[in-house]
């Protein structure tokens, strides 16, 4: 992707799932890429995104950067009303919170040098309402609402957008289906298939290339079809 090589890229969670695939993207691209995460390993430095004074020692650390992708968080299925006030906090804080802290830790940097790029990871979650998830459906509603906020804030200098996956077969993710289960969710996809984390990962590369210079403050939405109906179930003969 045009005017990638050579960027410093940080990728928080980047070590599962998409963000791993993400990181190993830009890596790819010719990039020098930093990983946040809470377990140690090559390349990584140890923070929790939900901790203010970790997340701006790590940023200490990565110092000047281009691309951040705030792709850390955290989901627990449970009924609204049985939801305690740790998992509420939890769920808040890492998706939400964290995410804030990132980027303004980012933007700080960004905003003095050469600008740069903040990706933020929402779901499409954040766009419908989905039973036993309502922590998370809220952290990640105000995580579009916050990109549009900073969007404004910090351009011309900083674009900062947010991706809403739909269902992403990640590993995490497999190990919550029975093989009954995967194929039930896929029939109720248009394109009947969870997306992969590598296709997110060619998003997230494409929207911090040059090639996506005019994209601030969108709300890109990759879900094959998922919400593109009225009825999440990929639409019935209609009302
Ligand atoms: N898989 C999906 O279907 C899907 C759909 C929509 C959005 N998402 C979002 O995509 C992102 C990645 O999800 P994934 O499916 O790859 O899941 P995952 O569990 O494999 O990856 C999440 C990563 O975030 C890390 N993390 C969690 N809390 C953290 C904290 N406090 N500090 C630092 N790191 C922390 C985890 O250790 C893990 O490495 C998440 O923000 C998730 O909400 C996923």
Same mark, same amino acid.
């Given at each position: 992707?045009? $005017?990638?090589?050579?960027?410093?890229? /940080?990728?928080?969670? $980047?070590?599962?799932?998409?963000?791993?695939?993400?990181?190993?993207?830009?890596?790819?691209?010719?990039?020098?890429?930093?990983?946040?995460?809470?377990?140690?390993? #090559?390349?990584?430095?140890?923070?929790?995104?939900?901790?203010? *004074?970790?997340?701006?020692? @790590?940023? %200490?650390?990565?110092?000047?950067?281009?691309? /951040?992708?705030?792709?850390?968080?955290?989901?627990?299925?449970?009924?609204?009303?049985?939801?305690?006030?740790?998992?509420?906090? &939890?769920?808040?804080?890492?998706?939400?919170?964290?995410?804030? =802290?990132?980027? &303004?830790?980012?933007?700080?940097?960004?905003?003095? $040098?050469?600008?740069?790029?903040?990706?933020?990871? @929402?779901?499409?979650?954040? *766009?419908?309402?989905?039973?036993?998830?309502?922590?998370?459906?809220?952290?990640?509603?105000?995580? /579009?609402?916050?990109?549009?906020?900073?969007?404004?804030? =910090?351009? #011309?200098? /900083?674009?900062?957008?947010?991706?809403?996956?739909?269902?992403? *077969?990640?590993?995490? &993710? %497999?190990?919550?289906?029975?093989?009954?289960? *995967?194929? %039930?969710?896929?029939?109720?996809?248009?394109?009947?298939?969870?997306?992969? #984390?590598?296709?997110? @990962?060619?998003?997230?590369?494409?929207?911090?290339?040059? %090639?996506?210079?005019?994209?601030? $403050?969108?709300?890109?939405?990759?879900?094959?079809?998922?919400?593109?109906?009225?009825?999440?179930?990929?639409?019935? #003969?209609?009302?």
């Amino acid at each position: 992707m045009r $005017g990638l090589a050579g960027k410093r890229v /940080v990728v928080t969670g $980047g070590t599962s799932g998409i963000g791993a695939a993400t990181a190993q993207r830009f890596r790819d691209e010719g990039c020098e890429v930093v990983v946040l995460a809470r377990t140690p390993g #090559p390349g990584v430095i140890r923070c929790d995104v939900g901790d203010r *004074l970790q997340v701006d020692a @790590a940023f %200490e650390q990565v110092g000047d950067l281009d691309v /951040v992708v705030n792709n850390a968080g955290v989901s627990v299925r449970s009924p609204a009303a049985d939801i305690s006030q740790d998992q509420w906090d &939890q769920v808040l804080t890492t998706n939400l919170s964290g995410a804030f =802290w990132v980027a &303004q830790a980012a933007a700080r940097r960004m905003l003095l $040098g050469a600008g740069g790029v903040i990706l933020n990871t @929402a779901s499409t979650n954040a *766009l419908v309402g989905y039973r036993y998830y309502a922590d998370y459906n809220a952290a990640k509603a105000g995580l /579009v609402a916050l990109t549009k906020s900073l969007a404004l804030e =910090w351009a #011309p200098t /900083v674009r900062v957008n947010a991706v809403c996956p739909g269902y992403v *077969l990640t590993p995490m &993710q %497999e190990a919550e289906y029975t093989p009954e289960m *995967l194929v %039930e969710v896929n029939s109720r996809i248009p394109l009947m298939r969870h997306a992969t #984390p590598e296709e997110l @990962a060619g998003l997230f590369a494409y929207l911090a290339s040059d %090639e996506a210079a005019y994209f601030t $403050g969108s709300v890109i939405v990759m879900d094959g079809g998922e919400t593109a109906g009225s009825m999440v179930s990929g639409g019935g #003969p209609g009302a």
